[in-house]
């Protein structure tokens, strides 16, 4: 009963051999491919093993074919994220300074899984990110969470915000409107209507938000103006930043 149960998982686990063994550089034969099976105690054979391959790409896999001396051999080509896309995410992830460096690393070996094996190493950035959070940090993505859920749903949010930027104090507790969440180089603020002004909020300033039950404040033509014209600068200056870099 154990084998036939291996057998039904023959598929799953040749695809799984060739998202992490293989790549345009590292293709598999088939009977390296029986041979890798056959340590896992599942039965395959030459006159099956083709069709399998064949079924795998009919359900979507990108699984090509190239020569290995005489023999065809067989590699995962498109996947999910390219090498260049996974590199960037790799480096958005190390450089992040809202990010422990466990939790950075946790989501590195995620995005690991995301390519070949000998491709893997290459993703372990060494990036040093001068004042990284120690371990708070990261309730900067809840908090961004509830603010995008309120510009969603068209609601107030209550937070308490501290003028002086002291994270140990609570600050004032504040009702703001919601219109925009801007990033800043690495650092999040909130466009947001507050006491009949139109504010720029810094978010690492903002403790325990909280959505709101009340609808939010409708921005008047002045406001929406001042607002497009917030949004415009921080683009502008994050263009500019980018080119100094």
């Given amino acids: 009963m154990a084998g036939v149960s291996k057998q039904k998982q023959k598929l799953l686990v040749m695809e799984q051999l060739f998202r992490q063994r293989t790549d345009e550089a590292h293709a598999i034969t088939g009977n390296q491919l029986i041979d890798i099976l056959k340590t896992m105690d599942i039965k395959a054979e030459r006159k099956t093993i083709y069709d399998d391959i064949a079924t795998l790409c009919d359900a979507g896999l990108d699984i090509r074919t190239t ?27 190390a450089s992040s300074r809202y990010l422990t460096i466990k ?3 946790e989501i590195i070996r995620k995005l690991q ?3 070949s094996e000998h ?35 068209d609601l107030e949010v ?50 325990e938000p909280v959505l709101g039950k009340n609808k939010r404040h409708s921005p008047s033509e002045e406001e929406n103006r001042l ?9 502008k ?5 980018s080119q100094a870099v």
Wanted: aromatic share 8%.
């Fill in 67 to 93: 020569k290995s001396g005489h023999s065809n051999a067989y590699y995962m080509a498109q996947r999910l994220f390219d090498d260049e896309e996974l590199k960037i995410l790799a480096d958005l992830t």
């Fill in 103 to 105: 939790r950075a690393n």
């Fill in 113 to 115: 899984s995301l390519t």
């Fill in 119 to 153: 491709k893997a190493a290459a993703l372990k950035r060494s990036i040093s990110v001068e004042s990284r959070t120690k371990s708070s940090g990261e309730n900067i993505f809840s908090l961004i969470d509830i603010f995008a859920e309120a510009i969603t749903a």
């Fill in 158 to 207: 209550e937070v308490f915000y501290s003028d002086d930027g002291e994270k140990k104090k609570q600050g004032e507790k504040i009702t703001v409107s919601p219109y925009n969440i801007l990033c800043e180089g690495d650092v999040y603020y909130i466009l947001c209507g507050c006491a009949g002004e139109i504010l720029k909020l810094c978010a690492d300033r903002m403790n």
């Fill in 227 to 235: 607002l497009k014209m917030l949004k415009e600068f921080s683009v």
């Fill in 237 to 241: 200056s994050g263009a500019d930043e």
